[in-house]
Structures are given as structure tokens and as C-alpha cells.
């Protein structure tokens, strides 16, 4: 368990997804761990994720916070939205239509796949008002690299239905919050995934009250999965400052792509 | 600004770690988890299985006042959950030292969007918790 949750925090620390559909699946299928006890393990892992990796990268001035609270405004409402209406909708359409969604949009991601930094973006009206354009160093390339952001309102839009999926599954939505940032407001693929790792440890914080409360949180499972993806995340933080965006992104696609498919199955109700 | 941040997080991490270590040991050496279901031999099945919708809270504590209770009695599964609502707390220490720096920044839209972030994560901690449609 605690291996697992490990390299369960290197990868979501990495891509910016809280890691806690790995966890999931991993608790219930291999540990044989009641569905509710590993949801709820899965949401604490994800405040763990976020926070655990966020350290590093808001140090290193990597994740753009003015953007990440900004879009917050929205994932929050959003998480709560769908903590509530969690008992009326049946989950394994929302697995379906999550796993569709996730697999139209490795195609853009892929199609990108070789560029290392967006080309040509202009600010827009929000991002002027509220000055969300900056810059972050990099580290591999050794030099302070300078960022537009774009299409303000799709990307709040984005960002609350990525809130209701989180307050609705119990997970992080990560590659919601990765795609919205990297590909409707054309931020840098570091900061991408690094904004929405400290946004994604919001999301959960918003809904984990909840999972808390109904018994959701098993001291005995939490303890190592918390501990081994602190780990993690802070071995997963190192690796990112160094790792070129378009080998991130390459990552990126690849776990989508395995995060997709455990959806569908899961809709179809065949365990993976 | 970036640094008090990520201080604070750090901190807020290093608590909750050391408390959850804390309550790991403390498991393991009075080999008991101070409620129900001992932590030796078969009781693995006991908690692993611990359905929360069938049983009362008898093997966990899931309120804050059971929690702090139970880790004045130094129950271990009591100073874990410690450990790990110490862990849920770090985000929204987050976005309150965000709420300062912005202050002392003077950028009034920022102040407000994070002053509007807080209210919903605190709103979603104690009031929400509390209307019976969540309690699945």
C-alpha cells in the first residue's frame, strides 16, 4: 500500500492530478477495501498530492496563484454542487461520459505534443483586468520564461464542471484542471499541471469535510496511503522542475489515456 | 510572497506527518486501535471491512469532538485522524495566506475572490456537513 501511494504521489505530482484515481482502484481491486472507505482514502490522498507538491512549486514560483485562485471561484461552488447531487445521479454514467470526454481530449493534448512553450497567445480582457499574465522560471532551460493567458471565461466554465465531477466521484479532476489551463487558456505545461496541483488540494478540501463526517476516512488505510504519496509528491516535485514540458505532456497523455479507460470499464462495470 | 506560502504548507505537512507517525506507532506498540477491532491477527479483516453505513462509529471517530476526545485519551486511530484533518486544514491555510499577502498587496479584486474561496471551503467544512442530503 504504502509503494502504491508512493508512486501514486510521483505521478500526481508530476501531472497535476491528485492521484486518487490510482488509489481508487488500487485499494478496492488488490486490498480488497470496502468502495466508500477507498473513496474516502482517495480524497485525503489528494489533499496530500496537492499539498506534498505544491510546497516546491509555489517556492520556485512555478505555479501561478492569481490564476489558480481566480478559477477556484468556480471549481469550489462546483464541488460542492456536486457533493449534493451525488445520491441522485447514477454513477456509472457519469464513469462513461467522464471516460468519453477524457479520450476527445487526448487529441488535441497529442496534436500539441511537440511544443514546448504556446506560441502567439494574447492576453485577454480578464487576464488584463486582473493581470494574470506573468512569467516562471525554468529549470532545465535555465532562464525566466514570460506567459499569456487567454479565453478567461471558458476556462471558469471548465473549471466548475471539473468541481462537479471532483465533489461528485470523490477525485481530484486533475486532468480537467490540466486540460482547462493548458489548452483553453494556453498556460505553459508546467505551470499547468503545477497550478492545478495547488488547485486540485482546494477541490478535495472542499468536499473532504463530507467524506469525513459519513465515515469515509479509515485511520488505518490513510495513514500509509497519506505518508507514502508525501513521499512521493516530494520525489515527483524534484523530477518536474527538471523534465522538459513536452515530456510532461507526453506523461499527460499517457495517464489520461489509462485514466479513460479504467472510466469506461468502470461504467461497463468491468473492474480494472 | 510565494515563500510564506509555501511555508506554511510546510509546516502545516510536517505536523500532520509526525502526528499520523505518531499515531502509527502508538498502534503498533499497545497493539490497539482504541476503539473496537484490535490490530492484531484477524481484526485487519474487522477494520478493512468496517462498513460505515451498517455500524455506528464504533471503530473510528468521525467528528471533531470524538476526534479531539479520543486523542486525550491517546487512542492511536484517534491521533491518526488527528494527523490527517491537521492534512485537510493545509489547503485552506493555503488559501488564507493568499488572502493576506493579497491584502497586503492592496489588489482588492484578488482579496475578494480569495475572501469568496475561503467562505465556500469553510462553508463546506462546518455548515454543510450538518444538512441531512449529504449524509448519503
Known sequence: MFLTAIAAGIIGAIVGIGGGLLVTPVLTLIFGVDIRLAIGASVVSIIATSSGGAAAYVRDRVTNIRVGMFLEITTTVGAITGAAIAAYINSQVLFALFGVVLLLSIVPSFRKRKEEFPKGVENDAWSKKLKLSTSYPDMRLKKEVPYNVTHTPAGLSIMYAAGVISGLLGIGSGAFKVLGMEGAMRLPMKVSTTTSNFMIGVTAAASAGIYFVRGDVNPFIVAPVVLGILGGANIGTRLLLKMKNTTIRYIFIIVLFAIAVEMIAKSLGVPI | ?136
Open chain 2, 1 to 136: 510572497m510565494q515563500l510564506l506560502v509555501s511555508h506554511t504548507l510546510l509546516y502545516g505537512l510536517l505536523a500532520s506527518t509526525v502526528i499520523i507517525v505518531i499515531g502509527l506507532v502508538l498502534m503498533a506498540v499497545t497493539n490497539s486501535t482504541g476503539y473496537a477491532c484490535d490490530s492484531s491477527g484477524d481484526a485487519l479483516n474487522c477494520i478493512l471491512s468496517f462498513n460505515p453505513l451498517s455500524s455506528s462509529a464504533s471503530i473510528y471517530p468521525t467528528t471533531l469532538a470524538s476526534v479531539i476526545s479520543g486523542v486525550l485519551q491517546t487512542k492511536p486511530f484517534a491521533i491518526i485522524e488527528l494527523g490527517v484533518i491537521v492534512l485537510l486544514a493545509t489547503p485552506v491555510l493555503r488559501v488564507f495566506n493568499s488572502l493576506i499577502l493579497f491584502g497586503l498587496e492592496r489588489d482588492r479584486s484578488f482579496v475578494l475572490i480569495t475572501l469568496f474561496v475561503l467562505g465556500v471551503l469553510l462553508f463546506s467544512f462546518f455548515i454543510v456537513p450538518s444538512i441531512p442530503i449529504f449524509k448519503a
